[in-house]
């Protein structure tokens, strides 16, 4: 009698006190400056003053009607879809090369990290330099090769692959490594099985990995997705720091849009709207990752 | 809106244990706890600074003066530095004793002079005329309260190649330089010429930021009237400084380098271009960026008179502890000794009036520039200065006319389109 | 020889092993990834003038050790050091235990409001971090640990993304009839979470810790809000390194590259175990 009591309050009660742990410390630290930025952004709030006069929704309203904020959606969207796609795919295809019998595996799998290791503050110079149209290392490649120089951070197209690359260059040994630890939960039983049935290997990564870790890769597409929106470490640092993206914010993504009007302006009612709509954005983007990645399931 | 401390804490606590409290708690003391404790008896004294004051070998000597004090400097770059200091402030929490502020944004804390102690209650009268009196009030509220003192000044000047002027055939003796441009229209002319020699990969001046700049600097108006209204779209001078700047850059005469990026500092010791407005500061940027360019360059006048870009103020928040001690400190570094011992070491420059007939300042020389006198340059160009009014948001408001000179050299937008589209950012920022 | 069974055994041979070109876009892309740790190396040994040089140098030059003395001389480096690893090493630590909790719970378990809770996880890596900023340092402020690494750790000590992470990794890995089986032979909750999810969530587990640890040790934007200089991390001291009208670029890469080392000493000695972990999985599984 005690024991299947026992039983029924372990089964039913104790998961809770597995999650309490996140949702107690969430509650206690992202929840509180959560919910503060709703309240900031329904008032004129200047962190430069005292008096914060309550304004209702106009925040959201200017928002809406701001030609640049939909610049910055545009551009977010834009980057994120360069640097996204190839960035997963490539990373599927690495992890599917390093969970083959390589030679050197350890030494591979942690070159992966490198870019992860490598500190921000080095990022931001060594990419400046290398995309410097006068004397930057990538326009003088091109040079040897006969093509002219370009501006890199002038253009929109221009300045969208210059930050994709440094993203992909950044996150794609991170996304790598997910997938490898998900591919060895895949049984080895089913690649034999397929080696004999005579299976390339492009096929078996087709066929047998990638149905198998789709948990794992939703997840990835997801968190890409959710970083992407908030894209601002590498736009910030291609523009020099400067949180207007370039001389017609022609890479100013909603982050650098937000922290423009939150830490530039000191603006915080208006950054705080702008923190809540991005939140309802990115809701419905990764929404409808979901969506297509279950469609393409099922199909 | 004030946090429930009652709640909060037993909750963190809670969080804390349940999560390994031993390794976060014990190992989180000990390196904040040495940080703290360390002073002592002493009165410890914080000031943060951005860039580069020149202070460290004067916080020694005032500690040798001083042993009850201990100075600590937080140093970051100036964006970061400031963005701290409105934080700290708004929240009431983490703001040094003494912050320095730069022209451009003390316009932004003037608007709320009650963060910050009023000098003169603290004996800052007393000094008023150690400064010209448009320094001493550019850092003053409009009310009347004493938020600043003074530590560097701009003033402008000319630096130039004289190894690519030697090149175009064009003089390089700096008294004859200075004669070419008097006015911006000489400059633009001379520019001409140096163009039609046509000299590979070089350009004449390095982009359109730091020329607008500084002819704008020269207008007696700039971007506000004193009464903080902005003025931009109906003082003639902005625009005329907008047009000047997109002549220039028709004639064929701009490096269409953007300022502050790689391409901008390899600029300078690569030759890209042969001439840049200097305020004081910028020698230091050359000296650092082109370091095997010395002897290259050489500094002659500024066309178009004298002109301010930048310096900086140290202010007193009020959430500081010490603020007589802090003051002493603020008075000392500013005082017209130290700026000259700053001034020779580092090139910022002093703004303080006796310095400026003072053979300590004017006597000296810098080897980099040629031994060119740019003690006595940039004292004629302070001297007479009158420097411009600045208002709370002059600085983003120079940045949307920056990027509309930009997008005119990159053949995105004509002038106009770029003028009104700029127009447009200004209201949005106000 | 018989040409025939000679190419048999060569396809055979390509498909159990793989080819050159696996090794050359594996180079590349080693090489590609190492390249701004070395150049960091590279332009920190020499002196500014060496970034602008195209084409670039290659090498080395002598000046490494003097622009680390200069690093170590103008901020209290080793005081940054020590902190980074204490705080990258405490959010690491209760990140991967309340990540593994709870993805447990989430994966494994069913209880009311399941999936409305686990959609809220999801749902909070939405929040744009930077905002978080103001109400999150008043908060701190409140308490009083502005300036020490509680403020640093506290904000991270769970993360969302960890719980997800967890959680899509345990309900791939881990068989329902694994589950069963457990409680059919009378396991306990706890019983099963110790003794079957534990050391089958281990290469995920390893995985994460070694991303957070990453994460931790470059993560600058808020350290840099709540630290002063006297008492930095890494990042804040490398701040104050970059912070300067002109920046002096080989001193900083200098700075970074002992900013990083610690971090490849730890990715060289624990990325061994790592990866052994991960394979020790792949056994079990």
């Not at chain 2, 902005?238 to 953007?258: H, P, W």
């Not at chain 2, 600029?267 to 082109?290: D, H, K, L, N, V």
């Not at chain 3, 020590?82 to 990258?88: D, E, R, S, Y």
Request: charged content about 15%.
């Amino acid at each position: 009698m005690l024991r299947s009591w026992l039983y029924r309050l372990d089964t039913k009660a104790s998961p809770y006190l597995y999650i309490l742990p996140f949702f107690a410390l969430f509650a206690a630290l992202s929840a509180f400056p959560l919910l503060y930025t709703g309240w900031v952004s329904l008032h004129d709030w200047s962190l430069l003053e005292d008096e914060h006069a309550f304004l209702g929704a106009a925040n959201y309203l200017t928002l809406l009607a701001d030609p640049a904020f939909w610049n910055a959606l545009f551009n977010t969207v834009s980057i994120l879809v360069l640097s996204t796609v190839p960035q997963l795919l490539l990373a599927l295809l690495l992890a599917h090369l390093l969970s083959g019998r390589l030679r050197g595996q350890t030494f591979w799998r942690l070159s992966l990290l490198l870019p992860n290791l490598t500190s921000v503050a080095a990022v931001a110079i060594i990419f400046g330099q290398l995309f410097g149209r006068d004397y930057g290392l990538v326009n003088w490649v091109l040079g040897v090769f006969g093509a002219g120089q370009i501006d890199w951070a002038a253009g929109t197209a221009s300045s969208h692959a210059a930050i994709s690359a440094m993203v992909i260059w950044r996150w794609t040994g991170y996304n790598a490594l997910i997938y490898l630890a998900a591919m060895q939960a895949v049984p080895q039983s089913l690649h034999e099985a397929a080696i004999i049935d005579g299976a390339s290997s492009l096929q078996r990564l087709r066929k047998i990995t990638i149905p198998a870790i789709r948990p794992t890769i939703i997840f990835t597409v997801i968190v890409s997705t959710i970083g992407g929106m908030q894209m601002f470490a590498e736009p910030l640092l291609f523009g020099g720091g400067q949180p207007g993206g370039g001389n017609d914010h022609q890479f100013q993504t909603l982050t650098l849009y937000l922290f423009e009007a939150g830490f530039g302006r000191f603006d915080l009612g208006f950054a705080s709207a702008t923190a809540w709509v991005m939140f309802a954005l990115v809701l419905v983007a990764a929404a409808v990752n979901y969506l297509l990645i279950r469609r393409i399931r099922s199909t | 809106m004030r946090l429930q401390r009652g709640l909060l804490v037993p909750l963190l606590l809670l969080a804390v244990t349940a999560c390994g409290g031993g390794t976060s708690g014990s190992g989180g003391t000990t390196p904040a706890a040495s940080g703290a404790a360390g002073g002592g008896a002493k009165t410890k004294i914080v000031i943060g600074t951005f860039n580069d004051f020149g202070y460290q070998s004067l916080y020694q000597e005032y500690e040798k003066a001083h042993p009850e004090i201990d100075i600590v400097e937080r140093v970051a770059a100036a964006e970061e530095h400031h963005r701290r200091v409105a934080t700290n402030l708004a929240t009431g929490k983490g703001a040094a004793d003494i912050e320095a502020i730069e022209e451009g944004w003390i316009g932004q804390f003037k608007a709320n002079p009650d963060k910050f102690h009023n000098l003169t209650e603290l004996g800052a009268d007393k000094l008023a005329s150690q400064w010209p009196e448009w320094k001493w009030k550019t850092s003053q509220s409009k009310d009347g309260r004493q938020l600043g003192l003074g530590t560097d000044v701009g003033g402008l000047a000319m630096c130039y190649r004289t190894d690519l002027f030697a090149k175009a055939g064009l003089p390089t003796d700096r008294e004859q330089v200075s004669r070419l441009w008097s006015t911006w229209d000489g400059y633009i002319e001379t520019g001409k010429k140096f163009a039609a020699a046509k000299l590979p990969k070089t350009a004449f001046f390095d982009g359109p930021i730091v020329m607008y700049r500084a002819i704008l600097g020269q207008a007696p108006t700039g971007l506000y009237a004193t009464d903080d209204t902005v003025v931009v779209e109906t003082n003639p001078e902005v625009r005329a400084a907008f047009d000047k700047t997109i002549e220039a850059i028709g004639a064929g005469l701009s490096a269409k380098i953007t300022a502050w990026s790689a391409d901008w500092n390899a600029g300078f010791q690569r030759g890209s271009f042969a001439t840049i407005a200097c305020p004081a500061w910028m020698m230091a940027y050359i000296q650092e960026q082109a370091k095997n360019a010395a002897g290259k360059w050489d500094i002659a006048a500024i066309p178009g008179g004298t002109g301010n870009w930048g310096g900086s103020f140290l202010t007193l928040p009020k959430q500081g502890k010490n603020p007589e001690a802090a003051f002493a400190l603020a008075s000392w570094l500013t005082a017209p000794e130290q700026q000259a011992k700053v001034f020779r070491a580092k090139g910022n420059f002093p703004s303080t009036n006796k310095l400026y007939s003072d053979p300590v300042i004017t006597d000296f020389v810098n080897p980099f520039f040629n031994d060119a006198p740019v003690g006595k340059i940039f004292s004629q160009s302070v001297a007479t200065m009158n420097a411009q009014y600045l208002g709370p948001k002059a600085g983003d408001i120079n940045t949307a006319i920056n990027n509309a000179l930009t997008r005119v050299e990159q053949g995105k937008q004509t002038p106009d389109e770029a003028w009104n589209q700029a127009m447009t950012e200004v209201k949005k920022i106000l | 020889m018989d040409l025939t069974l000679a190419r048999v055994r060569h396809a055979r041979r390509r498909v159990r092993r793989p080819g050159r070109l696996a090794y050359l876009t594996l180079a590349a892309v080693a090489f590609f990834s190492a390249f701004p740790l070395y150049y960091s190396v590279v332009v920190g040994s020499l002196d500014n003038s060496a970034l602008g040089q195209v084409p670039p140098p290659v090498l080395p030059g002598p000046n490494l050790l003097s622009n680390i003395q200069r690093v170590f001389a103008t901020v209290p480096f080793d005081l940054a050091l020590l902190n980074t690893a204490v705080v990258a090493g405490a959010i690491t630590f209760s990140q991967i235990l309340s990540s593994t909790l709870a993805g447990f719970a989430f994966a494994k378990l069913r209880f009311r409001g399941r999936n409305g809770l686990y959609l809220g996880v999801v749902a909070t890596m939405m929040v744009p971090t930077q905002l978080g900023i103001i109400p999150l340092y008043m908060m701190m402020a409140e308490i009083g640990w502005i300036d020490t690494l509680y403020a640093v750790i506290a904000p991270s000590l769970v993360s969302a993304f960890g719980v997800f992470f967890m959680a899509q990794y345990l309900s791939g890995a881990i068989p329902g009839e694994l589950i069963e089986a457990a409680r059919v032979d009378g396991c306990t909750t706890f019983g099963l979470f110790w003794r079957v999810i534990l050391p089958l969530a281990r290469p995920a587990a390893a995985v994460l810790g070694m991303l957070t640890f990453m994460n931790a040790w470059n993560d600058f934007f808020w350290p840099l809000v709540v630290l002063s200089p006297e008492n930095p991390t890494v990042q804040v001291a490398l701040s104050t390194v970059s912070s300067g009208y002109s920046v002096d670029y080989s001193f900083v890469l200098a700075a970074t590259t002992v900013g990083t080392l610690p971090l490849l000493v730890v990715a060289a000695v624990f990325g061994r175990q790592i990866i052994q972990g991960i394979m020790h999985g792949a056994l079990k599984g």
